[in-house]
């Protein structure tokens, strides 16, 4: 971990003006938070009808938010919320919302070569001192950042799913990354309310490099049939969640996170390290993820969902 904050960090450059491209599971998420905590926000998607879905789910979080924290105050609730919803706007030109940006924030698909080709032709519209940032989980920072000619100017901006309620963002600074660009970035997290670590450029940053080698040890423990007498993940599941006191077991989780999801980002890193053991492919998540079982969004997964 290469980065702490430098000392100038109070005066880092100051982001208020916020574009998020890619209106999906993450980027409405990230958009609720940053709204939520004073930013201007553009969301930015392929077309309207997503759009329109991204700012309904947006609403119906904060409601839920709401209920909560303004149980005694149904008023100020629901004067929160409109104000949260002010600061959101949305536009399908990135383009033209990148203009009036501080920062850039993607969330697109996992896909380097559809990333690389949004912030190359973002580079030549946005401002000189707009950052470019991504959330990719399982992408190189440098190689989305090598399409462009601000590589002082780019990082990673890590969230979790669901955004609302995770605490974390890793913050990862490239080689090239400026110290006044990894600053803005550091503060810009916790300005929404998230507790920022330092992360090298890596694969899996800090979270997924330990939980997804994880997640496929009890997959290949479980086609082993290793451990247990009755061999069965559900055993895997309990002991993981009584004897560690995580909220998931490994099979829940990667039903949760999605196998294809898993998948893609295990044959990358294989891919890219194909000698490392910590990174074998299992048959098993394989040929589910060939069946079309991706876990709960499918309806079935490692579980069967109703
Ligand atoms: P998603 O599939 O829910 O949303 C992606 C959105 O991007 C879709 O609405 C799609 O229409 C839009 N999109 C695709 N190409 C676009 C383009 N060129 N311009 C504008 N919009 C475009 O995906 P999700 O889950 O939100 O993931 C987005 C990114 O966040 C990925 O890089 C993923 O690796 C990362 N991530 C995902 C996490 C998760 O748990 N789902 C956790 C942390 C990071």
Redesign the pocket.
Known sequence: FCRGLSSSAVRSAVIKHVTI????????GIAQVAAATGHSVTL????ED?LKK?VKGIEGSLKRVVKKKYADKPEAGEEFIQKVLQNVSTSTD?GSAAQGSDLVL?????NLK??Q??FGHLDKLAPAHTIFA??????PISDIASSTDRQDRFGGL????PVPMMKLVEVIGTSATSQETFDALFNFSKELGKTPVSCKDTPGFIVNRLLVPYIMEAIRLHERGECFCHGSKEDIDIAMKLGAGYPMGPFELSDY??LD?MKFIMDGWSAKDPDNLLFTPSELLNKLVAEGKYGKKTGEGFYKYK
């Open positions: 491209i890619g209106g999906g599971q993450m980027g409405a930015v998607d392929t077309c997503i991204a990135a993607e969330a697109i698909v996992e559809i990333k080709d949004l991504s959330n990719t989980s399982s992408l890590h969230f979790f799913n996170v999605g999801t």
